[in-house]
């Protein structure tokens, strides 16, 4: 099992136990009612993560020259763009769709395979749609939300969306495994040291950083799926 | 004669500046300070070279006058505030501001090389709360819309909330804030803050 996969199973096994978890202490948001497990996991998560991830990711950052760190992020990003481009069309969001199928297609060709964004410099903006958000615009609730140690913050809709994307690949399609296991080591890395600015202001910013984080996540997540205009009645999710 | 009336234009014209600088729209505002601060950014070689002292300096004095600090804490704070006595919504501004200087600093410290869009301000001209959208673009990553909340006081626009893609810096410490007053009172809250900017309280 790889990474990617075993992070993905974690959280489609935690969507399944979850549901007949009794909800005992009273939950301080709605949007949380596994505060008191999700809490404990975050611990666990800050424990690996300090020890072990972000040493790494911090001299990734540190001595890993842009211009490399760039390339291998742009790889991804663009793996990205095409499934963006799927379920953004599969929540009809045409503009959007197109505009990171046009991304895939010129980055593929004119920025050698995705390795350089071209389009971003092209003007075509980047979608940033996932299976999610697609779960989303369907009218699926967000479901409770949780904390997935070594994944992060999510809730029973976006993870679900990260264990249909881990399945549908691409990465899970190639067949040479220790290639497959490295893309998957790669991917992880870059998206943990990308992450690490947000750890870091974190740090500085937020008094409790349960709160602080699980407030940013629920913000960002509804903002984006309504693209910037929050139905009043959705606000405070 | 002649030279009286150039004298009284030139007073006009003179005039005529000042109010249309006091009257500074708020889409112009941002603007303006964004680019004055990139612009330190890029070309003050302390700045490059990761100097505290100095990139606090300039988030002093390009930033923070721009921001109604007192307005801020108090939409974090939410019914609370009311319950606050003036010394204590004294020290809670003071520590919130202090709290976001760091908290701004630390952002400046990760500028590479963004572009920054801003975009045209749609609200009517007689509004006196607006919201200014600006966007950050960087190569391999989604635009992220840095919003401003703005309010007019006296005549001049500040920033009473930051919304940087979708997250208001204001509903996020609204919870924050609100789990320590529950479990501490308003001095609970104070304490805590005070303890963080104290580089302490992770």
């Known amino acids: 099992m790889t990474a990617v996969f075993r992070r993905a199973c974690a959280v489609g096994a935690f969507a399944l136990t979850l549901g007949g978890c009794a909800t005992t202490a009273g939950p301080m948001s709605s949007a949380d009612p596994y505060e008191p497990w999700n809490r404990s996991m975050f611990e666990v998560h800050q424990a690996i993560d300090g020890t072990f991830i972000r040493p790494v990711a911090k001299a990734y950052n540190e001595y890993m020259p842009a211009p490399v760190r760039d390339t291998i992020h742009n790889f991804f990003s663009n793996i990205d763009d095409l499934f963006s481009a799927i379920t953004g069309l599969a929540s009809g969001r045409m503009d959007q769709a197109g505009h990171d199928l046009g991304r895939v297609i010129i980055n593929t060709l004119a920025g050698f395979g995705g390795l350089i964004d071209v389009a971003t410099s092209g003007g075509i903006p980047k979608g940033n749609w996932d299976y999610g958000l697609m779960f989303g615009a369907w009218g699926i609730p967000q479901g409770p939300y949780l904390f997935v140690p070594l994944w992060g913050p999510t809730t029973v809709r976006d993870g679900t969306g990260a264990v249909a994307r881990a399945f549908t690949g691409p990465i899970s399609f190639v067949s040479d495994v220790p290639t497959r296991n490295i893309m998957y080591g790669v991917a992880v890395g870059d998206a943990r040291a990308q992450a690490e600015p947000t750890y870091d202001m974190i740090d500085k910013a937020a008094i409790d950083k349960y709160t602080f984080i699980r407030r940013s996540y629920l913000q960002r997540r509804n903002y984006m799926l309504y693209d910037g205009k929050i139905p009043p009645d959705k606000e405070d999710e | ?202």
């Open chain 2, 1 to 202: 004669m002649k030279r009286l009336s150039k004298a009284v234009v030139a007073l006009m014209v003179a005039a005529f500046a000042l109010a249309a600088n006091a009257q500074e729209a708020p889409d112009a505002l941002v603007k303006r300070v964004t680019q004055e601060v990139v612009g330190i950014i890029k070309s003050d070689p302390k700045v490059q070279a990761g100097d505290q002292a100095r990139i606090r300096e300039v988030i002093e004095t390009k930033l923070l006058p721009n921001f109604d600090f007192e307005r801020m804490t108090a939409l974090a704070m939410g019914r609370n505030w009311r319950t606050a006595t003036p010394e204590q919504q004294k020290q809670l501004v003071e520590q919130f501001r202090t709290l976001l200087v760091r908290t701004y600093s630390g952002a400046l410290n990760q500028y590479r090389d963004q572009t920054f869009d801003f975009k045209p301000l749609r609200a009517d001209s007689n509004s006196s709360d607006v919201i200014v959208k600006t966007e950050v673009v960087r190569s391999g990553q989604a635009p992220v819309q840095i919003d401003y909340g703005m309010e007019r006081k006296d005549g001049t626009w500040k920033a009473y909330d930051v919304i940087v893609g979708g997250v208001s810096l204001v509903t996020n410490y609204r919870d924050e804030f609100s789990s320590q007053i529950q479990s501490g009172g308003v001095d609970g809250l104070i304490k805590a803050l005070t303890t963080k900017n104290a580089g302490g309280g992770k």
